[in-house]
């Protein structure tokens, strides 16, 4: 079981519609988590970090983090054509080495106008 | 300001060349990363450096050598590199660990 799945998608949605993002993981000593967009043939820009379970808003876009159930979420709500990119979540240990981040493979979304 | 600007942008070379990519950043962060990314694959860590010293080496071959000029710069200098090494190149920098990670635009490697 790999340590983080994403579903690589691709996603495709109409504009206007409230996307959903989703990753799990398997190991609990994963405290910090990390949403980053990627787009083409770009550097990743960090969108959402999270340390706790709960919820957290920022404009259009609000993470979710459910440590008992090993589950993250990013929800975009009003999704706009520019949203097109992939979305990466990243996570990171509390103890250990703590300045390696572990990627999920990205999910592919597309946003139509 | 929460940038991190890397040099070139584009880069082709021979396997026979030496070149160097650079990272700069100001937000006065402590850790440095360099990240190699293929395409449709997440970013792979290469090496982190932090306060200046070397902390992590994923094994990475010795045609890429990383250097920590000052808390500011970061180089990765590549001799001799393959075309499997052929990737988009990415620096990252953060307060220390256990900080989020700040990404630079990259730099996208051709070996020919």
């Known amino acids: 079981q790999k340590e983080v799945e994403q579903d690589p998608g691709p996603l495709s949605v109409p504009e206007g519609a409230i996307v959903s993002l989703n990753c799990t993981y398997s190991?609990?000593?994963?405290?910090?988590f990390m949403w980053y967009r990627q787009y083409s043939r770009k550097g990743p820009e960090l969108l959402m970090y999270?340390?706790?379970?709960g919820n957290k808003e920022d404009g259009r876009f609000t993470a979710q983090v459910d440590k008992s159930s090993k589950y993250i979420s990013l929800f975009i709500r009003d999704s706009q054509p520019s949203d097109s990119a992939t979305y990466l979540c990243?996570?990171?240990?509390?103890?250990?080495?703590?300045?390696?981040?572990?990627f999920g493979k990205g999910t592919l979304l597309t946003v139509n106008p | 300001d929460t940038e991190v600007t890397q040099t070139p942008k584009h880069l082709v070379m021979g396997m026979t060349n030496k070149k160097s990519l650079k990272c700069e950043q100001h937000?006065?962060?402590?850790?440095m990363y360099w990240y190699k990314q293929k395409a449709k694959k997440p970013p792979e860590l290469m090496f982190v450096?932090?306060?200046?010293?070397?902390?992590i080496n994923e094994s990475v071959p010795s045609r890429f050598s990383p250097e920590c000029p000052n808390s500011s710069l970061l180089n990765l200098h590549l001799h001799a590199l393959q075309p499997e090494d052929s990737a988009l190149y990415l620096c990252?920098?953060?307060?220390?660990?256990?900080?989020?990670?700040?990404f630079g635009p990259g730099t996208r490697l051709t070996v020919l």
């Open positions: 937000m006065g962060h402590r850790a």
């Open positions: 999270t340390y706790s379970s």
């Open positions: 990243a996570m990171e240990n509390s103890g250990g080495s703590n300045y390696k981040l572990t």
């Open positions: 190991n609990s000593a994963f405290q910090y």
């Open positions: 450096y932090s306060y200046e010293k070397l902390s």
């Open positions: 990252a920098s953060s307060l220390s660990g256990r900080y989020e990670q700040f």
